[in-house]
Each structure stands twice: as C-alpha cells, then as structure tokens.
C-alpha cells in the first residue's frame, strides 16, 4: 500500500483504525468550585470559592454508523463518548457533595424575569419549597443530571420540559450529533476535516456568517505534513463554534519530536481587540469581555458562559470578581502537540471552564442583592497521551525520516572524509626529489 493511501480515512488504513477507535488513553478530569460564602454573596460580597477535584474518568470515544460516501472522499459518522469512573485517580467519591449555583433556578428566574405574573407564581412556589440562588447537590448529580424540583412543578404548564438537569445530561454513551468528513482522498489537507454538522455545513447561533462557520477538524485527528506557519481550526460542538490553535514551539513527547499548538487569546478576544469576534456577542451588540464566550443560545436559554479554567487569558476582571481565582498557564491552557510529519497527536489537553452569568432580578427576592458575576462552576480537562505500542511505531518512522533526511549530508560528509585520506596518501607517495638529500645536513648537525 502506497504511503498516500495511508492517510486517507479508508477501510484498512492505518488512519482510519486511529480514527475510528483512538488507541491512547482519554481520561476527562472535573475540577468543581464549592461556595464558601453564600449568605454573603446574597448580602452583595463577592464570591468565594475552594477548587475541589479532580474527578476523574476514562473516556471511550469510538466513531459509530460509519458510512462511507460520494466515492469515498467523505465518510458519515457519530462520535459515541462513554465514561467510567476512575476513583483512583480522583480525589474523592462521585458521591461528594458541592455547593454551587442553583443553574435551573438561574436559567428560570432569567426567562421569566420579564413576566409580572409568572415572576410572582415561581418565585412563591421557591419560597415555600426552600429553593434559592444556590444548591447542594453531589458530583454524580452535578455531571450526570438530578430530577429538579423547580423543573418538576414547570412542567405542569410546559408538559415537553425535561425536569431533569445536569451540566453533562445525556452527554454519557451518547454522542454530539451526526457528522460527515472529508476522507483526504482527493487532498491530504482535507484528511478528517469536517464537512456538515447535523445536516448543516454551517451554524445558526451568532450574528455574523463568519463565526457560523464550521471550520477544521473534530480535535481528535489532524492532516499529516503540519507546518509551523499554519493555523490548525477545530470545531467544538462544547463551545458551539470553531477555533483554531497556533505553533507555540517545539515538544518531545516519548522521544518523539512534536510542534505545539495553542488557541492564542485572539480566539475568545473582544470585538474590540479582534473585531472577527463581534458575531459572538449575543444579543447583538452584547459583548461581556475578553475570554469568556456566552454559549446561552445554544443551551437552551440556560446563562452558560464558557471560558478557559480560572478565567485564563480573560480580562482581569473576572478573575478578580471571584476569590479562589489562580490563572496559571501550565494547568489552564488548551494544548496540543502533535508529531508535524504523521499528524498524529503526541499529546493534547482540552480545558474549558463551564460559569453561570449570575445577576440580581428585582422579581426575584432568591437573588438577595447578588453582584452581578460571572460564577465558575467546574472546569474540565480532557487529556491524552500516544500509547506505547504507537510511540514505538513512530519513533522507527522518525528514525526513517532522519536517516533519509540525512543521507545528502553522510554522503557529503563521506565525500569530503574519503578526499581527505586520498590527498593524504598522494602527498605521501609523492614526495618530491632531492628531499632527502637536503635534510641530510640537518639530520648529521
């Protein structure tokens, strides 16, 4: 098989194996931030938090319903993610319990804000049944969803509501939605970049065409021959648009060499500092910061704010708004490092932060007299690095790439060492007449 055809997402190839079950360990880390202080926090002060994790899990992500199209330049698939928890490697029990904002009451109180009547019905119901801006509720809950109270009684007027809540309900042995890639049959740059989302080649949440595009890969896999000049685009069904990342610098990783590509802050910049982004201001217009991206469009209405863990290259202010902010860049930035000749990725850790736009709502006493706060919730980190058995494949495939790389500068270098020990022996076969003779006198004095 000729080495073009091995990165072409076919049956057989090596390309596809990786892609359809990626063979190194995925584990997704959950850091949660309890509420130290909540009845100051009604009283108008500023929120403190305690980072508690990780919690961490294995992550299978196998590529399912695949079906290959249109002659075998695209292949339709669905990402199916399965996680399974890992006690040893977390710090505690799914079972642990953790204060944080109440998100279902926020994301109610925020929808009915404007409604007199309903306003007054909801807020009556949560007083008599003890529900307010914040709740106690364990990991396992907080992940994997809870039946809501709140949601429950809503129900009764909106019978199509789910009552049950969780910041990753139905995320498990479930998938993102139906997604079609390009194989890289006709170009290798095309190698895994996605082609339609859901049916769509673009998305319909923000207000400009530019930041409904869908661009990139998945995350999971990338195009062979990456140079250091290049933006690297993933879409992020997480984050609801696409993003790129750029060269950092070099990395070795298991003794492989490897480029390091970073999202640089231009990607969750302000309108104001990079005016591409003022479609994601939603509504209109509404542009909360640097670093931050409000997704609400996208969760059904729920006030989710995304950003890097600790506010991580965001303006300072939401660092400063919530004590129990650390933003360090080892821990808290987005990376990936991937080997620049295969495309395979050495090493890569998405991290991304999950807040809720918290505000005081006049027809809402719940909300006391809350600052106006961007609040943390939880931050991921989902992390893996190239097994074994495929570092020792790559590394023999580096050692090829070196030694052909190499060969003009041997042969050279060979060249020169051969010519070297031949004008040596000329001088010494040749020695000129009449040498002996004149050193004769020298040598008897």
């Given at each position: 098989?000729?080495?073009?055809?091995?990165?072409?997402?076919?049956?057989?190839?090596?390309?596809?194996?990786?892609?359809?079950?990626?063979p190194?360990?995925?584990?997704?880390?959950?850091?949660?931030?309890n509420?130290?202080n909540?009845?100051?926090?009604?009283?108008g002060e500023?929120?403190a938090?305690?980072?508690?994790?990780?919690y961490?899990?294995?992550?299978?992500?196998?590529?399912?319903?695949?079906?290959?199209?249109?002659?075998?330049?695209?292949?339709?698939s669905?990402?199916?993610?399965t996680?399974?928890?890992?006690?040893?490697?977390?710090?505690?029990?799914?079972s642990?319990?953790?204060?944080t904002?109440?998100?279902?009451?926020?994301?109610?109180?925020?929808?009915?804000?404007?409604?007199?009547?309903?306003?007054?019905?909801?807020?009556?119901?949560?007083r008599?049944?003890?529900?307010?801006?914040?709740?106690?509720?364990?990991?396992?809950?907080?992940?994997?969803?809870?039946?809501?109270e709140?949601?429950?009684a809503?129900?009764?007027?909106?019978?199509?509501?789910?009552?049950v809540?969780?910041?990753?309900y139905?995320?498990?042995?479930?998938?993102?939605?139906?997604?079609v890639?390009f194989?890289?049959k006709?170009?290798?740059?095309?190698?895994?970049?996605?082609d339609?989302?859901?049916?769509?080649?673009?998305?319909?949440?923000?207000t400009?065409?530019?930041?409904?595009?869908?661009?990139?890969?998945?995350?999971?896999?990338?195009?062979?021959?990456i140079?250091?000049?290049?933006?690297?685009?993933?879409?992020?069904?997480?984050?609801?648009?696409?993003?790129?990342?750029?060269?950092e610098?070099d990395?070795?990783?298991?003794?492989?060499?490897?480029?390091?590509?970073v999202?640089p802050?231009?990607?969750?910049?302000?309108?104001?500092?990079?005016?591409?982004?003022?479609?994601f201001c939603?509504?209109?217009?509404?542009?909360?910061?640097?670093?931050?991206l409000n997704?609400?469009?996208?969760?059904?209405?729920?006030?989710?704010?995304?950003?890097?863990?600790h506010?991580?290259?965001?303006?300072?202010k939401f660092?400063?708004?919530?004590f129990?902010?650390?933003?360090?860049?080892?821990?808290?930035?987005?990376?990936?490092?991937?080997?620049?000749?295969?495309g395979?990725?050495?090493?890569?850790?998405k991290?991304?932060?999950?807040?809720?736009?918290v505000?005081?709502?006049?027809?809402?006493?719940?909300?006391?007299?809350v600052?106006?706060?961007?609040?943390?919730?939880v931050?991921?980190?989902?992390?893996?690095?190239?097994?074994?058995?495929?570092?020792?494949?790559?590394?023999a495939?580096?050692?090829?790439?070196?030694?052909?790389?190499?060969?003009p500068?041997?042969?050279?270098g060979?060249?020169?060492?051969?010519?070297g020990?031949?004008?040596?022996?000329?001088?010494?076969?040749?020695?000129?007449?009449?040498?002996?003779?004149?050193?004769?006198?020298?040598l008897s004095?």
């Amino acid at each position: 098989m000729r080495e073009s055809e091995e990165v072409v997402l076919k049956n057989g190839s090596e390309a596809f194996k990786a892609w359809e079950n990626p063979p190194a360990p995925i584990y997704m880390q959950f850091y949660f931030f309890n509420l130290t202080n909540p009845l100051e926090v009604l009283d108008g002060e500023r929120p403190a938090v305690l980072e508690i994790g990780p919690y961490t899990y294995r992550e299978y992500r196998p590529m399912e319903e695949i079906n290959f199209l249109e002659n075998g330049t695209k292949v339709a698939s669905i990402n199916t993610k399965t996680y399974i928890f890992e006690p040893n490697m977390s710090r505690g029990p799914e079972s642990d319990l953790i204060r944080t904002v109440n998100i279902p009451a926020m994301t109610v109180m925020e929808k009915f804000k404007d409604s007199i009547i309903m306003a007054n019905l909801i807020s009556s119901y949560m007083r008599s049944s003890d529900e307010g801006l914040f709740t106690t509720r364990t990991v396992g809950e907080l992940l994997w969803g809870y039946e809501d109270e709140l949601l429950k009684a809503l129900r009764t007027l909106k019978p199509d509501l789910d009552d049950v809540f969780g910041l990753f309900y139905k995320s498990n042995a479930s998938n993102d939605g139906d997604y079609v890639f390009f194989t890289g049959k006709q170009n290798y740059k095309d190698f895994a970049r996605v082609d339609t989302w859901n049916g769509e080649s673009s998305l319909n949440w923000w207000t400009t065409d530019e930041c409904n595009m869908i661009n990139g890969t998945n995350g999971a896999s990338f195009h062979p021959v990456i140079k250091k000049n290049e933006a690297l685009y993933m879409f992020s069904s997480d984050l609801c648009r696409s993003i790129y990342a750029l060269y950092e610098g070099d990395v070795t990783v298991k003794g492989i060499p490897g480029y390091r590509f970073v999202p640089p802050s231009e990607v969750f910049a302000n309108d104001t500092v990079n005016p591409a982004n003022a479609g994601f201001c939603v509504p209109a217009g509404n542009c909360l910061g640097s670093g931050i991206l409000n997704v609400s469009v996208c969760k059904q209405g729920a006030p989710i704010i995304m950003s890097s863990p600790h506010f991580y290259q965001a303006d300072e202010k939401f660092v400063k708004d919530v004590f129990g902010m650390n933003p360090k860049k080892e821990h808290h930035e987005t990376v990936i490092d991937i080997n620049p000749l295969t495309g395979i990725i050495l090493h890569a850790a998405k991290r991304l932060q999950v807040n809720v736009y918290v505000e005081k709502i006049p027809s809402f006493s719940q909300t006391g007299n809350v600052r106006t706060v961007v609040f943390p919730v939880v931050y991921l980190n989902e992390s893996a690095v190239i097994d074994d058995t495929s570092a020792i494949t790559l590394q023999a495939v580096a050692v090829v790439k070196n030694v052909v790389e190499n060969i003009p500068f041997m042969l050279i270098g060979l060249g020169i060492l051969l010519g070297g020990i031949f004008m040596v022996l000329m001088c010494r076969l040749k020695v000129p007449e009449g040498t002996a003779d004149e050193r004769q006198p020298l040598l008897s004095s």
